[in-house]
């Protein structure tokens, strides 16, 4: 990599994971103890291999005593006391940018998905961070709404995106489609922006992102979320996001290699009986492994079998995310990785 400003691929060397904890009275209140052994789960996985950077809304020293408790070493964990809406810190995180050699923390708007949720503390929450000198960098905000989620880079310069989300008129309606690529290659180091205009899952609230669908894996592998049962709701439009990918070319005009994930069976909201977002392509690579949402379906050791090759020298581990899944999100979803310098 020669590039003066890049976004580097998850799978480059990463210096913490950032999580957002659960609040007591928050979207979780009714199944809070439920949800924070998930986020626990979660954070010890990642403890073993990397730092963890959380946010806390309420008592930070109480929270950093019962992780140590849990297992997680003193040295690799950083919890910080914030004000926060909700748990998804791949959408209210920083996404950070190499710059000349240096780390660069944009800050870009965070409007709770299009205007669906209440997002202020949640989009205030890097500069407050900022101010607690959390971050190993400058931040710098910008005046264009984009969510991590939404973003799957291959580390030479690609983009793989969804229309439906970073096309939302609820997102950056002052701008249109070359606009937007055009904030992103000069934002994010990038060359192209690969779109798909299929793949979705019943229940995403995100309109659409990406990384609940297709994920790169490698700059030449793309893993994504297939479905192959004709009578499922998603079989057409999946198969359909899976006939774009095929026409696709990597950096170098050749054609992903191309790994389909299982379809774990439904999972119904039990108050609403909504169809819950449950999916494998929500995976979290860190050093030294891959963290898998799983469901405890007959297919989650399928997903995890077909995923290992994708990561040599890697751990591929499966984490239950049938808390998470509850809130309409995964494993990805509540996590953002912050990188090494290189």
Not at 10 to 28: H, I, K, S
Not at 44 to 57: D, L, P
Not at 156 to 162: F, R
């Amino acid at each position: 990599m020669n590039r003066s400003s890049y976004l580097p691929p998850e799978w480059a060397p990463q210096a913490a994971v950032m999580l957002t904890w659960p609040r007591r009275d928050g979207d979780f209140a009714s199944r809070f103890d439920f949800v924070e052994r998930n986020f626990i789960a979660i954070a010890t996985a990642i403890s073993r291999y990397q730092n963890v950077h959380i946010n806390v809304a309420e008592d930070a020293a109480e929270l950093t005593r019962r992780l140590i408790a849990s297992g997680i070493s003193a040295a690799r964990l950083q919890v910080y006391a914030v004000p926060n809406d909700d748990v998804w810190a791949r959408d209210h995180g920083p996404i950070t940018v190499i710059r000349d050699g240096k780390r660069v923390l944009l800050d870009f708007i965070f409007n709770g998905w299009g205007g669906k949720f209440p997002a202020e503390r949640d989009n205030a929450l890097t500069r407050e961070l900022a101010k607690l000198g959390a971050w190993p960098g400058p931040v710098s905000s910008l005046d264009f709404v984009l969510e991590g989620g939404a973003l799957e880079v291959d580390g030479l310069g690609t983009l793989l995106t969804t229309e439906r989300c970073l096309l939302a008129k609820t997102r950056n309606p002052q701008l249109d489609r070359a606009g937007i690529e055009a904030v992103l290659k000069s934002e994010l180091g990038l060359d192209r922006v690969l779109w798909l205009r299929h793949g979705d899952l019943l229940g995403d609230d995100t309109d659409g992102h990406i990384d609940t669908i297709a994920r790169y894996c490698d700059a030449e592998t793309i893993a994504y979320q297939a479905c192959d049962d004709q009578n499922d709701t998603h079989y057409e439009d999946l198969a359909a996001m899976a006939a774009e990918l095929a026409a696709l070319r990597d950096a170098h005009g050749r054609p992903y290699k191309l790994v389909p994930l299982p379809l774990p069976a439904a999972i119904y909201d039990p108050e609403d009986g909504r169809r819950l977002p449950a999916g494998y392509a929500n995976f979290l690579i860190i050093n030294g492994a891959v963290l898998v949402p799983v469901y405890g379906d007959a297919l989650d050791d399928e997903a995890l079998n077909r995923l290992r090759p994708c990561f040599p020298g890697r751990d591929v581990i499966g984490i239950d995310c049938n808390a998470l899944i509850q809130q309409y999100g995964g494993l990805h979803c509540v996590t953002m990785q912050i990188p090494q310098l290189p």
